[in-house]
């Protein structure tokens, strides 16, 4: 939803027509249900506009943001609905309905019916992309000559500079202000730790040594395994892969056991510096978590999901604590159970996927969202 910007009056520029519209149409941002309902949705040339009257309100969706389509046929107490996949949020777009979104797709789900023959006609226009056509006739016809156009671009080069150094010194004061937060806190924590040492004589408390430990862990891996030290052969990998576990250990227990390699390989990477890791590189050593008869496992799901996970948390561990929490609630969406066992919403939908697969849950996937409840017809579940 994230994509959509706000419109005053439903205008076409040059070259622009509009090709079909549909009353009765919901939006959905990803999964959830929003209270853009009962519209209609018009299709140009170039844009999608939902447009409700009665409420006087309208947004727009450029064609040029999409980048595949979907349509789900009607079934029992679902409505017909299409999916668009779209590319990211530009930086220069105006604010909309909605300043940030976790998905990357939204749904459009026609109560009244009729998807299938916007659908097609989507599809013709994404096919065609006018907007494209447009934007180079338009280069074209107006692009100055000589002298002129090199002045406009050199003060549009200075200008693009200045705003990409504000964006830079900006993101450099906020983890500056980060850093200095953290290093106050880690000057606290020594001190204590360092008089403790000094009056008991290296007796700590388990809280402290642990509050110690994670802010050395925050502060970075000071010794990364590195190509250079250890060669291209399986060594390289083996020592990363020793390296990983060890630096995921305490990161693993607070996320339930479970972490998706993409997190893996985000935060193990944050934690080197600048002696970053190729993905492949990080994938192979998980691959040798078992051989090396380590504490982590690489796991796939059904869906194709890559994820790290702890030896002594299984997924029927797993799927355990999730039907725990769901028949204390009665029912759960992955969003909802995402911060629950403190994992990612990713993790925590192969997490009811893997429920659903054993026959603990069961889903209700209707116009209000999917859902998950406690199947009643398993024993003892």
């Known amino acids: 939803m994230d994509r959509f910007m706000w419109v005053t009056t439903i205008s076409l520029i040059k070259g622009e027509f509009e090709v079909i519209q549909k009353h009765n149409v919901r939006i959905y941002d990803g999964d959830n249900r929003t209270n853009f309902d009962c519209g209609t949705l018009r299709l140009t040339s170039h844009q999608l506009i ?3 009257q009665l409420q006087d309100r309208t947004i727009s969706l450029g064609l040029n943001l999409v980048q595949k389509t979907e349509e789900v046929i009607a079934g029992f107490n679902r409505s017909a609905k299409i999916i668009l996949y779209l590319q990211s949020k530009p930086t220069s777009q105006e604010p909309g309905p909605k300043i940030s979104s976790q998905f990357n797709y939204i749904r459009l789900s026609f109560r009244a019916g009729g998807q299938s023959e916007y659908y097609a006609a989507l599809c013709n226009q994404l096919s065609r992309k006018r907007w494209i056509t447009q934007v180079t006739n338009q280069r074209q016809a107006t692009r100055p000559s000589g002298r002129h156009m090199g002045i406009v671009g050199i ?11 504000q964006s830079t010194i900006s993101q450099a004061f906020s983890d500056l202000n980060a850093l200095m937060d953290k290093a106050k806190e880690m000057v606290a924590i ?3 730790v360092a008089k403790k040492i000094e009056e008991k004589k290296g007796q700590l408390s388990d809280d402290e040594t642990v509050q110690f430990k994670s802010y050395l862990l925050s502060m970075g891996i000071n010794d990364p395994v590195t190509r250079e030290e250890h060669g291209y052969g399986n060594k390289y990998h083996e020592e990363l892969a020793k390296q990983l576990a060890t630096f995921l250990k305490s990161l693993i227990e607070k996320s339930d056991g479970l972490m998706t390699l993409t997190d893996v390989y985000c935060m193990y990477n ?10 492949e590189d990080v994938f192979i050593a998980c691959k ?6 380590l504490p982590l496992r690489l796991r796939e799901f059904d869906s194709g999901v890559l994820a790290v996970q702890s030896e ?4 029927e561990v797993i799927v355990e604590k999730i039907t725990k929490i769901i028949k204390s609630k009665g029912c759960i969406t992955a969003e909802e159970l995402s911060p629950l066992v403190k994992t990612s919403i990713t993790v925590a939908k192969e997490g009811l996927s893997a429920a659903e697969n054993l026959g603990m849950v069961c889903r209700d996937d209707s116009v209000e969202g999917l859902r998950f409840y406690l199947n009643r017809f398993m024993k003892d579940p």
């Open 50 to 52: 939902w447009d409700d």
């Open 270 to 279: 944050r934690a080197r510096g600048i002696e970053l890791v190729s993905p």
């Open 312 to 315: 002594s948390h299984s997924v």
């Open 288 to 293: 040798l978590f078992e051989s090396l008869k």
């Open 190 to 192: 020594a001190d204590r």
């Open 155 to 165: 003060e549009r080069k200075i200008e693009q500079k200045q705003k990409e150094t």
